[in-house]
């Protein structure tokens, strides 16, 4: 009896170990006490970020974290726990669970823990990681400034050309009219 239990569970345990094996962010919550709304939203917005997001029985994360940078996650391994894992964007998991639970007003959503780049976090650096934008945010704010003093110069010397044009005529005709 007990061996077909443990047959049972050996698919979940690799399907979390393989998750976690290309994951650059991941990070533990509960959400319970979540509506069905609202957590039918979280998933989509998780889901539109390429986000896994799945719970799964602390004892089969255990398992499936065995031997990895997740092992520092077993203290927050209790009671009902989800996973959110992102194997694109580093703080993307955090970011969106952090920023729908101020959303959706609801402090029915509690980060617990994560592992983001290989380093473990707590539930409060975990808040403050959320609240760093995005990797193209980012740059997009470092584009965005850059191209507003190149803007700026290209106007600049439009208008010395633009001066040096019209200033190049009149001194033309000055040495003609003496």
Known sequence: M???KVELKKPVVEEIAAVLKDAKGAVLVDARGLTVAQDTKLRKNLREAGVSYKVYKNTMIRLAAQGTDYEKLYPHLEGPTALAVSTTDETAPAR????????AKTDKLELKGGIIGGEYYDENTIQVIATI???????????GSMKSPIANFARVLNQIAE????????????????
Do not use: C, T
């Open 2 to 4: 007990k061996n077909s």
């Open 96 to 103: 969106i669970l952090y920023n729908f639970g101020k959303d």
């Open 133 to 143: 934008p995005s990797r193209e945010e980012l740059l997009g704010r470092l584009f």
């Open 163 to 178: 001066k040096d044009g019209e200033a190049a005529p009149a001194a033309e005709e000055a040495p003609a009219e003496a």
